[in-house]
T-cell receptor, first 114, second 116 residues
Framework: DGGITQSPKYLFRKEGQNVTLSCEQNLNHDAMYWYRQDPGQGLRLIYYSQIVNDFQKGDIAEGYSVSREKKESFPLTVTSAQKNPTAFYLC?????????????FGPGTRLTVL | AQTVTQSQPEMSVQEAETVTLSCTYDTSENNYYLFWYKQPPSRQMILVIRQEAYKQQNATENRFSVNFQKAAKSFSLKISDSQLGDTAMYFCAFMTSDSGNTPLVFGKGTRLSVIA
């Protein structure tokens, strides 16, 4: 089945550690996105990529980094510079162009800093 | 910059009744898309309904319909014959249509509880 997978489902991090959240899609979508969800805040954009080897910062990019070496993969690294990383992280993808404007979401990763 | 406002943090409705969730947005764009997403307790985001701004006809999907008022920049969601499975967070979202790949801008959500 085509879809978006995120791993792990739950992730615990000690302060000062970098961690990487995985996002993979087999939908042949061009664009991919990372959102952060906090209680009462809705979803806020961290980074997005419209094409391989290219990405743009979103509204809350500080303390995060991404790469887009393959069309299928868009990993997010939460660095020690992110002061309040505990949140729910959602990855999404979109075909774009004539392929449609619906973003498909993965199941999410819950990150907790200990 | 575009903004999306959902003024109702929480709502409740009796099973089988009708409920309307409000959403307003601000943009200077003329062409764009509007969406309602549902996030049940599983936290999986599910597209409920979408509306293209250039279409005057309101979108409908089974029990879900929208009231799109472009001049007023309003995009409300009506859920008819509410079911227990409709209990979820509902997010209104906006996307510009320049390339179709731009990110979504979300409202802060409305938590809907359907009561038996």
């Amino acid at each position: 089945d085509g879809g978006i997978t995120q791993s792990p489902k739950y992730l615990f991090r000690k302060e000062g550690q970098n961690v990487t959240l995985s996002c993979e899609q087999n939908l042949n979508h061009d664009a991919m996105y990372w959102y952060r969800q906090d209680p009462g805040q809705g979803l806020r954009l961290i980074y997005y990529s419209q094409i391989v080897n290219d990405f743009q910062k979103g509204d809350i990019a500080e303390g995060y980094s991404v790469s887009r070496e393959k069309k299928e993969s868009f990993p997010l690294t939460v660095t020690s510079a992110q002061k309040n990383p505990t949140a729910f992280y959602l990855c999404a993808s979109l075909k774009g162009g004539q392929g449609g404007n619906e973003q498909f979401f993965g199941p999410g990763t819950r990150l907790t800093v200990l | 910059a575009q903004t999306v406002t959902q003024s109702q943090p929480e709502m409740s409705v009796q099973e089988a009744e009708t409920v309307t969730l409000s959403c307003t947005y601000d943009t200077s764009e003329n062409n764009y898309y509007l969406f309602w997403y549902k996030q049940p307790p599983s936290r999986q985001m599910i597209l409920v309904i979408r509306q293209e701004a250039y279409k005057q006809q309101n979108a409908t999907e089974n029990r879900f319909s929208v009231n799109f008022q472009k001049a007023a920049k309003s995009f409300s969601l009506k859920i008819s014959d509410s079911q227990l499975g409709d209990t979820a967070m509902y997010f209104c979202a906006f996307m510009t249509s320049d390339s179709g790949n731009t990110p979504l801008v979300f409202g802060k959500g409305t938590r809907l509880s359907v009561i038996a």
